[in-house]
């Protein structure tokens, strides 16, 4: 069974413009939420997606948004993007947003923004 | 807002030397996982404790969930140079549904 993958791997943005990362779940999951990791505040929740809903948002502003696809792929759109957004964009998957799950992450998307 | 305290933030020992992590909270997790992440990659899931008390062993690594489950441990006896890696705690919330709550996490590295 193929992971979660994540498109592009690498991406390269000026300030103020803005970006789309893709992320694909492991066949059969429905669940998938993202994550943005920094050296300096590590890992954190953006957002989680369950049939096509958000289920749950972290403390992020509005110009971080999602979306899920009725065949359980999400997309996260940032707009102006600032210097401070460049992480690693970490996507995981699972079965159903319940607390038991496992989730199972993918590569990321390193955005870097310049 | 739960917070996950890790530490070390970093570790670096010979190999053959045991370790221990330490990931500790004010808040009580319904369970807590401990990832494992290398260069380039996402985290790679290790274990899920899930009891107060509960010991979890995967070959050199025992895994510990707290009796009052705020704080878990990882212990690695006799590390290898193939231990080397990023080590996450991650506690997810009572009522938190799928979203995890991440330590800062402990960078190992583990010298032949």
């Known amino acids: 069974k193929a992971g979660v993958t994540q498109t592009p791997r690498y991406l390269i943005k000026t300030r103020g413009q803005q970006v789309t990362l893709s992320c694909s779940p492991i066949?059969?999951?429905?669940?998938v939420s993202w994550y943005q990791q920094t050296p300096g505040q590590g890992l954190q929740f953006l957002f989680e997606?369950?049939?096509?809903?958000?289920?749950n948002k972290g403390n992020f502003p509005g110009r971080f948004s999602g979306r899920q696809f009725s065949n359980s792929r999400s997309e996260m759109n940032v707009s102006t993007l600032e210097l401070g957004d460049s992480a690693l964009y970490l996507c995981?998957?699972?079965?159903?947003?319940?607390?038991?799950?496992?989730?199972?992450f993918g590569p990321g998307t390193r955005l870097t923004v310049l | 807002t739960q917070l996950l305290e890790q530490s070390p933030q970093f570790l670096s020992i010979q190999e053959g030397e045991n370790l221990t992590v330490y990931c500790n909270s004010s808040s009580v997790f319904s369970s807590l996982q401990w990832y494992r992440q290398e260069p380039g990659e996402g985290p790679v899931l290790l274990v899920t404790?899930?009891?107060?008390?509960e010991v979890k062993k995967l070959k050199r690594l025992t895994f510990q969930f707290g009796d009052a489950r705020k704080d878990s441990s990882l212990h690695i006896t006799a590390a290898q140079p193939g231990d080397t890696g990023l080590y996450l705690c991650a506690g997810r919330g009572e009522t938190s549904g799928s979203r995890l709550t991440f330590g800062e996490g402990t960078q190992l590295t583990v010298n032949p």
């Open positions: 404790v899930v009891t107060g008390g």
């Open positions: 995981a998957s699972s079965l159903e947003a319940l607390g038991t799950d496992t989730q199972y």
């Open positions: 066949s059969g999951h429905r669940s």
């Open positions: 997606y369950f049939s096509e809903t958000q289920r």
